[in-house]
């Protein structure tokens, strides 16, 4: 059986090890809010077989502080972040007092979104009583507009698709000055989408703590989605810093490869996007903060197919089925091998050997 076309080995990788530290604070800011629990970390023992290696997980985010989403991790650090310091006060204040100085102040949040970022800063401006404007993409599904507005935002639907969503809620945010909660960067905009990009590393901290205390060891390969690449970014960069360094491979809609086209032409490269059942991940530019981490840390970039990850779906709830409940929607295409994936984990050392650049794999995430 043939590689597949889609996986684009990254000619531009830094061979230097990154330069990363989580903030201690937003592990323990996290545990104050409602719902908070570490999520699983789920051994895909049967998968692990079929690949040739010891481990494989998959860390299930379907239930995240009463969200079906990690993106609440970023979304309300970031929030409580820029909330507290338009109002000079401490992050570490309780939300009554964030929200009570929040109000005073007239503070309102806006927000882009094509899913779950925007139901999560609409969560967090209703912790805080604030009003939250979250704008999506016309062609969003109705059961995530209403989910949004269940939170108690205004949802304001764009003509085009994510970026120019982005342009409006910047636009809109800046005209009635509002708090634009965006997680993806551009020119003059770049901090609070790296304080979301922080936020995520409460995940990779406990995934690093779950994986060590299953294996006595850390993880040699590491999977994650990409849109914009924030999320993806936060995985480089604690990964890739660690005293162990793994190999990380990112996955994203061959219909909005943004990243790997970027890869590609070793410079940001914007590609115009098409309907894809990973909504998520259906957005045409990399994060301008994301960028530079992903250039350097990406070991291997793969765009895969509706009918793929429709498939992998699939494969990964049987094999997660084993009473550990379902995995997770966002991660559903970690591992990347698509439809036939029973025939791609042992029979392409190519993979194995250009992607994860170690003669000994045991672990994979």
């Known amino acids: 059986m043939a590689l597949r076309k889609n996986i684009y080995y990254n000619k531009i990788l830094s061979p230097l090890q990154l330069q990363y530290s989580p903030d201690p604070r937003i592990l323990s800011f996290h545990q104050r809010l409602p719902g908070y629990t570490p999520t699983p970390l789920i051994p895909l023992d049967s998968l ?7 481990h494989v997980f998959l860390k299930d985010e379907s239930s995240r502080a009463e969200l079906p989403a990690f993106k609440i991790l970023g979304a ?27 109000r005073e102040k007239g503070i309102k949040l806006a927000a882009a979104t094509d899913g ?8 967090m401006a209703k912790i805080l009583g604030l009003e939250a404007h979250i704008f999506v993409p016309l062609n969003l599904d109705r059961e995530t507009k209403e989910l949004i507005a269940q939170e108690g935002a205004k949802v304001v639907a764009c003509l085009g698709d994510y970026d120019a969503t982005v342009l409006e809620a910047k636009e809109q945010a800046e005209i009635n000055k509002w708090l634009l909660v965006q997680d993806t960067a551009f020119e003059g905009y770049t901090e609070i989408p790296q304080w979301i990009v ?6 990779m901290v406990e995934t690093d703590k779950q994986v060590r205390e299953l294996t006595g060891s850390t993880v040699d390969m590491v999977v994650a989605p990409v849109g ?9 960069s604690y990964w890739r810093s660690r005293e162990h360094p793994c190999a990380t491979v990112t996955v994203e809609p061959d219909s909005a490869a943004c990243l790997l086209r970027s890869l590609i032409s070793k410079a940001p490269t914007t ?12 957005c045409g530019t ?21 009918s793929e990850t429709h498939a992998a779906v699939r494969r990964l709830k049987r094999a997660a089925a084993n009473g550990k409940g379902k995995a997770s929607i966002d991660y559903r295409i970690r ?18 050997r250009r992607t994860l650049r170690t003669s000994k794999i045991e672990s994979v995430l």
Not at 48 to 54: I, Y
Not at 116 to 123: D, I, L, S, T
Not at 289 to 304: M, Q, T, Y
Request: hydrophobic share 45%; glycine share 10%; charged share 15%.
């Open 48 to 54: 692990a077989k079929e690949l040739g290696v010891k």
């Open 76 to 102: 309300s650090w970031a929030t409580c972040l820029s909330v507290a310091q338009a109002v000079n006060t401490d992050v570490g204040s309780s939300f009554a007092n964030l929200s009570a100085a929040a």
């Open 116 to 123: 779950n970022h925007g139901r999560a800063v609409a969560r």
């Open 198 to 203: 922080d936020g995520y590393s409460s995940m």
């Open 228 to 236: 914009v690449g924030s999320f993806a970014q936060s995985v480089v």
């Open 271 to 282: 590609v115009s996007t098409k309907d894809t059942i990973m909504a998520g991940l259906n």
């Open 286 to 306: 990399v994060s301008t903060i994301a960028w530079p981490v992903l250039r350097d840390g990406v070991e291997a970039s793969i765009a895969v197919s509706d």
């Open 335 to 352: 591992i990347g091998y698509g439809s036939d994936a029973e025939t791609r984990g042992n029979d392409s050392p190519v993979l194995h």
